[in-house]
């Protein structure tokens, strides 16, 4: 039996009123600052700043800028998961539980 696939969920980078968020890098920003909570953690060491951390990946969907949060950032590290929500909270963000789907290419006929 598998386990299931960790919840996602997305940091919009809008308001509860609606607004845009600022400034607008805010969300490479925030993945930025979670680029050390990772598989192998501090085990990379100095290549851990290089990318961002597959449990906290920013993006754009539909023009909005957002950020992914993996729920197993929980597992890794409480404090970190908690940073995040907390950021969101505290900037009246809007969140999301979904899951990102991959890309299907386009059938040909």
Known sequence: MT????REVFI???????RTFRPSD???????????????GASMG???HIGYSPY???TTIGNV?????????RELEPMAWDFVMNFA?????????????PEVPPSKG
Not at 3 to 6: C, E, F, G, R, T
Not at 12 to 18: C, D, R
């Open 26 to 40: 805010w969300a490479e920003r925030l993945a930025g600052a979670m680029s050390s909570f990772r598989p192998g």
């Open 89 to 101: 909270r505290d900037n009246k963000l809007q969140v999301v539980d979904a899951c990102l789907l």
């Open 46 to 48: 100095m290549a851990a």
């Open 12 to 18: 919009q980078g809008l308001t509860t009123e609606g």
């Open 56 to 58: 906290c990946v920013p």
């Open 3 to 6: 386990s299931p696939k960790p």
């Open 65 to 73: 800028k957002c950020v992914i949060v993996n729920e197993a950032l």
